[in-house]
């Protein structure tokens, strides 16, 4: 099945289904079309399955405060993050930093990343982003509400990444779900996940935070780009997890400095 054959609002929905299918764990209906088509248009809503994954973390979050501290409680949020996910990103980052860290030619970079065992950079690097989630989301009174827009805006910096760089594939047969996602994104794609992006931040935060979290994240967008065109000459599935997590980091360290413990 093809979101092809719909129209308007109804086959928005089915893409939001093959986003979801794509990006989680999270039950979706047997239908749910994950053709190339399908794939590459449904990038748009990752931004919104961001807020959807930080709502039911939020959610679990609340729901543990009542009965323990709030250390215990960032902890079950992040552990539900990981279970609707499936570490996907957290597997992309590990990858990713085995890949560039120890490789000496972008063949064997991502021959590195290709591989399915961790090497002692992405275990350092991803346990030091860990605890660096941890410690900021237990040092500040709005933790449902950072949870929420650092899910969104992350994925829309990972997004971002897709619409301006080419897609380095990991081998000759390559066929991975990422690959259909490297049709290009129209000004459908944008406008939404810009719509999505500025809504969120305007919801979320005050106008000065919102701001300075867009330019940070902006610039972590350029750095990214000319870093994986230096060492990989374009992006890869793992490349984008890792993006994932360097945003969300970002947009917690900023607003927690911003806002506080208040």
């Given at each position: 099945m093809s979101t092809c054959q719909y129209h308007g609002w109804r086959r928005q929905g089915w893409l939001l289904m093959t986003a979801l299918a794509f990006m989680t764990r999270l039950p979706v209906p047997a239908a749910t079309p994950l053709d190339r088509e399908s794939l590459s248009a449904c990038q748009r809503w990752f931004p919104l399955i961001g807020v959807l994954i930080g709502l039911i973390a939020a959610v679990g979050y609340?729901?543990?405060?009542?009965?323990?501290?709030?250390?215990?409680?960032?902890?079950?949020?992040m552990v539900l993050m990981v279970l609707v996910t499936g570490a996907l990103h957290e597997d992309g980052l590990a990858d990713t930093l085995d890949g560039l860290g120890g490789g000496?030619?972008?063949e064997q970079r991502l021959t590195i990343m290709k591989d399915s065992r961790v090497g002692s950079y992405g275990v350092v690097g991803l346990g030091l982003i860990l605890l660096m989630r941890f410690g900021l989301l237990s040092s500040t009174n709005y933790t449902v509400i950072l949870l929420i827009i650092s899910q969104c805006l992350s994925r829309a910096l990972a997004t971002s990444l897709m619409g301006s760089m080419s897609y380095r594939r990991q081998d000759p047969q390559d066929n991975s779900r990422i690959e259909s996602l490297t049709g290009g994104q129209s000004n459908t794609d944008r406008w939404i996940i810009l719509l999505t992006v500025l809504l969120m931040t305007g919801f979320c935060l005050p106008p000065g935070l919102a701001i300075a979290t867009l330019l940070a994240l902006g610039v972590l967008g350029w750095l990214m780009r000319f870093w994986l065109m230096k060492r990989l000459g374009g992006y890869t599935g793992d490349t984008l997890g890792a993006a994932q997590q360097f945003g969300e980091l970002l947009v917690l360290a900023i607003s927690t400095a911003w806002l506080g413990h208040g």
């Amino acid at each position: 099945m093809s979101t092809c054959q719909y129209h308007g609002w109804r086959r928005q929905g089915w893409l939001l289904m093959t986003a979801l299918a794509f990006m989680t764990r999270l039950p979706v209906p047997a239908a749910t079309p994950l053709d190339r088509e399908s794939l590459s248009a449904c990038q748009r809503w990752f931004p919104l399955i961001g807020v959807l994954i930080g709502l039911i973390a939020a959610v679990g979050y609340t729901l543990a405060l009542q009965l323990w501290s709030q250390p215990v409680a960032v902890v079950i949020a992040m552990v539900l993050m990981v279970l609707v996910t499936g570490a996907l990103h957290e597997d992309g980052l590990a990858d990713t930093l085995d890949g560039l860290g120890g490789g000496w030619s972008v063949e064997q970079r991502l021959t590195i990343m290709k591989d399915s065992r961790v090497g002692s950079y992405g275990v350092v690097g991803l346990g030091l982003i860990l605890l660096m989630r941890f410690g900021l989301l237990s040092s500040t009174n709005y933790t449902v509400i950072l949870l929420i827009i650092s899910q969104c805006l992350s994925r829309a910096l990972a997004t971002s990444l897709m619409g301006s760089m080419s897609y380095r594939r990991q081998d000759p047969q390559d066929n991975s779900r990422i690959e259909s996602l490297t049709g290009g994104q129209s000004n459908t794609d944008r406008w939404i996940i810009l719509l999505t992006v500025l809504l969120m931040t305007g919801f979320c935060l005050p106008p000065g935070l919102a701001i300075a979290t867009l330019l940070a994240l902006g610039v972590l967008g350029w750095l990214m780009r000319f870093w994986l065109m230096k060492r990989l000459g374009g992006y890869t599935g793992d490349t984008l997890g890792a993006a994932q997590q360097f945003g969300e980091l970002l947009v917690l360290a900023i607003s927690t400095a911003w806002l506080g413990h208040g």
